[in-house]
């Protein structure tokens, strides 16, 4: 079994940043791909950034580009997502996903094992 838990949320001015974390445990972390999704309230989830399992390749949504960085620590077993220039449409949960399979997935769809969820919010 497979358990995820993110950390770092909480309330930021518009222009903050915050740096989100997610311990896994239970199995070999390298065996995962990494994925950050956001929910917001009424609306679907959707994928932030992904890393894959070495950390030599990841992706950003067009939203977060240039702001957010993701990174991956495997001799601590944690995924990071440093949220830079926070914007108050990036208030929503965050939650940390992994999945076990070779290519990187960018739908909630393809993950296997899900976080609880971070709470975001971003003041104007």
């Known amino acids: 079994q497979v358990q995820l838990v993110e950390s770092g949320g909480g309330l930021v001015p518009a222009g903050g940043s915050l740096r989100l974390s997610c311990a896994v445990s239970g199995r070999t972390f390298t065996s995962y791909n990494m994925g950050w999704f956001r929910q917001a309230p009424g609306k679907e989830r959707k994928i932030v950034s992904g890393?894959?399992?070495?950390?030599?390749?990841?992706y950003y949504a067009d939203f977060v580009r240039g702001r957010f960085t993701i990174s991956r620590d495997n001799t601590e077993n944690t995924v990071y997502l440093q949220m830079n220039s926070l914007k108050p449409e990036d208030t929503a949960v965050y939650y940390c996903?992994?999945?076990?399979?070779?290519?990187?997935?960018?739908?909630?769809?393809?993950?296997?094992?899900w976080g609880q969820g971070t709470q975001v919010t971003v003041s104007s």
């Open positions: 890393i894959n399992d070495y950390g030599d390749s990841t």
């Open positions: 996903a992994a999945q076990s399979t070779g290519y990187l997935g960018l739908k909630a769809w393809e993950y296997d094992y």
